[in-house]
């Protein structure tokens, strides 16, 4: 059986760093309320003039290298993001161009904070199906263009980053076991950015009241997200008949510590399994677990035959799991 295996992967971080001690500066936060509710300590933001694809090159860069491939080696870019570079051309595209990877198709998707689980059900499809072989998929975000230090409770979660994987085409029985992926659009409003886009565009007339702005139900979103994390994590187990006592280690999106941990309980996940780095990095949207797979792939957590699964949950609402042997 052809499946997809991640053979390379990379991450970049904007050097620019903000703990919570400098947002205490400027926002009505302290390190204590901030550490207390989502476990973040620090977060990397761009600085101005720098895109997603700025972000998503380097990454793929790091990824090619550890998969021993070129860039004319690839077949297609798949770019999960919220923030383009622009409307058009989707940053895929840019990605391709600073790359060089003259022979690949490439697009972007947007699924939130799922949209790196998205993407990989996407890629894995293409090489199941023998459509491609190498596949890079890059999650790329600056979401700090969207804070408003007025909204503490977005203000203090979000960050900019960018992870990459390489998908190669392998017999046997490594690799993309199985994804899954679920939608609820009727909560569209309880993770939302409603104007910026041509139904609402930024205007004259609003463009002083932080149009962009992110709107969040921070305590609905959190009952959805712990219910619906073991739901997914579960479903996509069944699927190929494993367990929670089968996964070697357990990825998250890194959204929330609470919400990891309150997750974890619920699946009977040893807490030692999980992987978290949101202290470090904060909630950087679709770049969220695959900034984190590379971090433990570099840490030596993940071993030839490991169970991985990962599971993510955004706006959409959307959610998506997907079970890996490394």
């Known amino acids: 059986m052809i499946r997809s295996r991640i053979a390379g992967t990379g991450r970049f971080l904007p050097e620019k760093v903000l703990t919570n001690a400098d947002l205490e500066q400027f926002c009505d936060t302290s390190d204590e309320w901030i550490r207390k509710r989502t476990g973040i300590e ?57 790359l060089g990877a003259k022979n690949a198709s490439a697009f972007d998707l947007n699924a939130a904070c799922s949209g790196f689980v998205y993407g990989l059900s996407v890629a894995d499809s293409f090489i199941r199906s023998g459509m491609y072989k190498n596949i890079l998929l890059v999650g790329a975000e600056t979401t700090s263009r969207f804070l408003s230090w007025k909204y503490r409770d977005t203000a203090v979660l979000f960050a900019d980053g960018a992870g990459a994987v390489v998908l190669q085409a392998e017999e046997g029985e490594r690799g993309v076991l199985t994804t899954y992926l679920g939608s609820d659009g009727a909560c569209h409003k309880i993770l939302n950015v409603p104007t910026g886009g041509f139904k609402d565009p930024i205007t004259h007339e609003n463009i ?53 941990e309150a997750a974890g309980e619920r699946m009977g ?13 904060g909630n950087t949207v679709a770049a969220s677990i695959p900034i984190a797979l590379h971090e433990a792939n570099q840490e030596g957590r993940l071993n030839e035959g490991d169970i991985l699964l990962i599971v993510a949950f955004g706006a959409g609402i959307t959610w998506a799991s997907a079970v890996i042997r490394w």
């Open 42 to 98: 620090q977060r990397h933001y761009s600085e101005e003039g720098t895109g997603a694809s700025d972000l998503g090159t380097p990454a793929c860069q790091m990824a090619l290298e550890d998969a021993g491939l070129n860039p004319e080696d690839i077949d297609a870019i798949i770019c999960a993001t919220v923030t383009p570079d622009q409307l058009i051309p989707g940053t895929a595209n840019l990605i391709q161009m600073k």
């Open 208 to 260: 002083d009241k932080d149009p962009l702005r992110i709107h969040m139900d921070g305590p609905e979103l959190y009952k959805m997200a712990i219910k619906t994390f073991p739901k997914a994590a579960k479903i996509a187990l069944d699927a190929v008949g494993l367990t929670i006592d089968d996964v070697s280690l357990f990825i998250p999106h890194q959204a929330n510590a609470r919400i990891i």
């Open 269 to 281: 996940l040893d807490p030692a399994k999980a992987y978290v780095n949101i202290n470090r990095v």
